[in-house]
């Protein structure tokens, strides 16, 4: 099945989709770093298939998206600053605003299916009517906006037709959900919007994938049967901490049976130490950076805990959030391919451009293996004959 990747950065969804049986006609990208990492693992060929991609440097509200047809998949991680809870808040009146390109892809293209990754951000109170926009053109996307129509005379016109229930041209059924990475086996507590839609012509029912992983099922692993300690051979602890006090004292049969979240030390414990003047010629972008420091609101993630959330942070500076807390009080930045490790991409995927500017691309990426369940899901979908 062909598809085609928008705002693909360091190649996160893209990975995800590839792996699932896609085969990108084009990966469309404009920061030039994110597409000499492309590029170079291309080029490369850091895994199977990847180095016959197609990487186009392109502004996407100049491109004509009908040189890619015909595909069966349009997938993307829409740029998520206007919408980002770190970021300036200005969602539909941001000039980074990327949707109305998404669906002129989906307009022009007519795949059977799609794929979008945004923030959690999305589904805010203020954004609540913009979101209904969003989902609506999704759903309608012949339908769309008049020159000199305001996006809120084109929601209306939406509605319209969604309320009225009769509609002849291209549509598409819509769903949207927040997914927690951890919950997937991700060593992140990274919760993004996913919405999928499917051509009405391709017929079968269709549904997010369920958890496979539980905070529940650590908190087993770790203060009930030890087994975690055990498996990575260290001293358990003589005091939880506080966020394991509920579970202390059940009795193992009481616990869910997921499995447990993957923690940092699960991820890179195999890693050896990074030093800040060389990098293990086996291992690609582990060179430490120092300078970490804690303060108020700037902390770091928990060694024994999935990651919080990897940002980009300004300018690509990334904050308290790329920096490991130890248990003995130590912190530490995360190298480039630790944090590469927590986003799940695979070890001979290597990242270009300076330490931060590598971070601003994980920050910005979709984890492989959180992309790869949807869009595996996706897939099997695509291939069931419709009714």
């Given at each position: ?98 949707f109305p390109d998404f669906v002129r892809a989906v307009r022009d293209l007519r795949p059977k299916a799609f794929i979008i990754e945004n923030v959690k951000g999305l589904l805010r109170q203020t954004f609540r009517n913009y979101f209904s926009y969003i989902f609506l053109q999704l759903s309608y996307p012949d339908l769309h906006r008049k020159k000199g129509e305001s996006w809120e005379g084109h929601l ?185 490790r927590i986003q799940t991409f695979p070890d001979r995927w290597r990242f270009a451009g300076s330490w931060g500017e590598a971070m601003r691309q994980l920050g910005n990426a979709v984890p492989m293996d959180l992309a790869a369940v949807v869009a595996r899901s996706v897939s099997r979908k695509l291939k069931e004959r419709p009714r």
């Amino acid at each position: 099945m062909k598809s085609l990747e928008l705002f693909t950065g360091a190649g996160g969804l893209a990975l995800g989709t590839h792996l699932s049986g896609f085969e990108h006609v084009a990966l469309v990208e404009w920061n030039k770093d994110a597409c000499d990492t492309l590029r170079r693992n291309s080029r490369e060929g850091a895994l199977p298939g990847v180095d016959r991609w197609n990487v186009v440097q392109a502004d996407i509200h100049a491109l004509d998206f009908n040189q890619f047809g015909p595909v069966d998949l349009v997938a993307g991680g829409v740029p998520c600053q206007p919408f980002s809870l770190g970021g300036k808040h200005k969602g539909m009146n941001d000039e980074r605003d990327m949707f109305p390109d998404f669906v002129r892809a989906v307009r022009d293209l007519r795949p059977k299916a799609f794929i979008i990754e945004n923030v959690k951000g999305l589904l805010r109170q203020t954004f609540r009517n913009y979101f209904s926009y969003i989902f609506l053109q999704l759903s309608y996307p012949d339908l769309h906006r008049k020159k000199g129509e305001s996006w809120e005379g084109h929601l209306r016109r939406l509605e319209d037709v969604r309320t009225q229930g009769r509609y002849a041209d291209l549509q598409y059924n819509v769903i949207f959900q927040l997914l927690n990475a951890a919950n997937y086996g991700i060593p992140q507590t990274r919760e993004r919007v996913f919405i999928v839609g499917f051509r009405s012509d391709v017929g079968h029912p269709w549904h997010f994938p369920k958890p496979t992983h539980s905070f529940e099922a650590l908190m087993r692993e770790q203060w009930v049967t030890g087994s975690y300690w055990e498996r990575h051979g260290v001293r358990r602890p003589k005091v939880p901490p506080a966020h394991a006090a509920p579970f202390l004292g059940r009795t193992e049969e009481l616990f869910d049976a997921t499995k447990p979240w993957r923690t940092i030390r699960d991820a890179i414990q195999d890693l050896p130490e990074p030093r800040a003047d060389a990098e293990p010629s086996d291992v690609f972008n582990h060179r430490l950076n120092p300078g970490a420091r804690a303060y108020p609101g700037h902390t770091g993630s928990n060694y024994d805990l999935p990651s919080k959330t990897l940002k980009a942070g300004v300018h690509g500076v990334p904050g308290g959030e790329n920096m490991i807390a130890f248990a003995d009080g130590t912190l530490r930045y995360l190298t480039v391919r630790e944090a590469a490790r927590i986003q799940t991409f695979p070890d001979r995927w290597r990242f270009a451009g300076s330490w931060g500017e590598a971070m601003r691309q994980l920050g910005n990426a979709v984890p492989m293996d959180l992309a790869a369940v949807v869009a595996r899901s996706v897939s099997r979908k695509l291939k069931e004959r419709p009714r």
